[in-house]
């Protein structure tokens, strides 16, 4: 568990989807404010980063690619937010994101956990409504848990900051 300036402890936050949903162009963005090429993630990327003058949140990005899956359970413990992030354009993909995130969701460690899903990519024109996604990925099946999905845009860096106060404030609730 990483530690602030103040010394408490700063949340992990766990960035996971499939491989191409935009999770290391995500994070880079978050922390550098720049766009930088990325390519598939093995293993993890992590770090930290400041909402604001009391709140830092550590963000781990974890590789998609379907052989790195069975690895995701790994990063759960401690884990007080879970940022799902998806294609929002590639809809012949939300099956199975929509099975990667019950899969994950069902580890014990992620019990009562927040679950944030970013639509990513909603600058592209074929993007998936918000309303579409969240009927594909069955979020309102996930009532043991507070959830919130937003639209962002990595690449843009679009909703990136409200997401992550919104991740945060969930955190808190919980």
């Given at each position: ?5 103040s010394g408490?402890?700063?949340p992990?936050?766990?960035?996971m989807?499939l491989?191409s949903a935009g999770k ?7 922390l550098?404010g ?6 598939p993630t093995i293993?993890f990327?992590v ?9 830092s ?13 069975p690895n995701?359970?790994?990063?759960l413990?401690?884990?007080k937010a879970l940022?799902f992030?998806v294609?929002?354009?590639d ?16 580890d014990e460690n992620?019990?009562g ?6 639509a990513?990519?909603k600058?592209l ?7 579409e996604i969240?009927r ?5 099946s ?7 999905i937003q ?6 860096g679009?909703?990136l900051?409200?997401?992550?106060l919104?991740?945060s404030k969930?955190?808190k609730?919980?």
């Open positions: 568990m990483g530690q602030n300036a408490s402890s700063v992990q936050v766990i960035l989807g491989d290391s162009t995500l994070l880079t963005r978050l550098t720049e766009v930088m090429d990325t390519s293993g990327n770090g930290m980063f400041e909402l604001d003058k009391k709140t949140l550590t963000v781990w990005d974890v590789g998609g690619q379907k052989n790195m899956r995701w359970r790994y990063y413990e401690g884990c940022v992030v294609d929002s354009s809809s012949a993909r939300m099956p199975e994101a929509q099975r990667a995130l019950r899969k994950v969701l069902s992620l019990q956990v927040p679950l944030m899903v970013l990513n990519k600058d024109s074929d993007s998936m409504t918000i309303r969240s594909v990925l069955d979020l309102n996930y009532s043991d848990r507070l959830w919130e639209a962002c845009s990595a690449l843009r679009l909703g900051q409200q997401a992550f919104s991740v969930l955190i609730k919980s």
